[in-house]
């Protein structure tokens, strides 16, 4: 096998190193706007500060990204037929909508989660809000869902913590079988 040394020597690769170190630094720029852009975007989408802050999280979670940048599902959009994680934010399900929706297609079905992030001011405060939010989890569940909830306080304290575990589980999940599509 030729070592790349020698094919830079042949004119094979790139002729000088700093014209291959000028265009790796034009793609590791790309992929910053991308994700930039993404932040930006995920901002845009969600409803709270620690929703923000989790969303940030998610698009910059390696286990989430394709090809080093995320896909962000626009509300009300379709699920792609692809083999990458797709994030919702504000993802409506039957009634109920979800924080985040994050979907992977695998070869044998879909692996699918809904991330809720649970400020105090509007989660488990009242007898209400728990009940609402068990009832929530419990229809995702049924719809085929992997739920995890995370506190405002585990988010402020360490959001990129967060999202690793939601990469974790999205990775070691079996998909959910003989489905063409991911649950509503």
Known sequence: MTEPSELSKKGHAFANEKLFEERMEAIVEGLRVC??????????????PIERAMGEALVSCPDLCY??????????????????????????IG???????IVQRAVDGWRCVVVECDGHNFHEKTKEQ???DKARDRF?????????RFTGSE????AGACADQVGSLLMGLNPI????????
Do not use: C, M
């Open 35 to 48: 994700w930039d852009i993404a932040r930006w975007e995920i901002g845009k989408l969600v409803d709270s």
């Open 67 to 92: 090809r080093d940048a995320p896909y962000i599902r626009a509300p009300g959009g379709t699920w792609l037929a692809v083999d990458y994680a797709q994030i919702a934010p504000q993802h409506r």
């Open 95 to 101: 009634n109920f909508r979800a924080d985040f929706a």
């Open 130 to 132: 728990a009940a609402h």
């Open 140 to 148: 995702f569940v049924a719809q085929g869902w992997t739920v995890l």
């Open 155 to 158: 988010i402020y304290r360490d």
């Open 177 to 184: 079988a003989a489905r063409e599509h991911p649950p509503a």
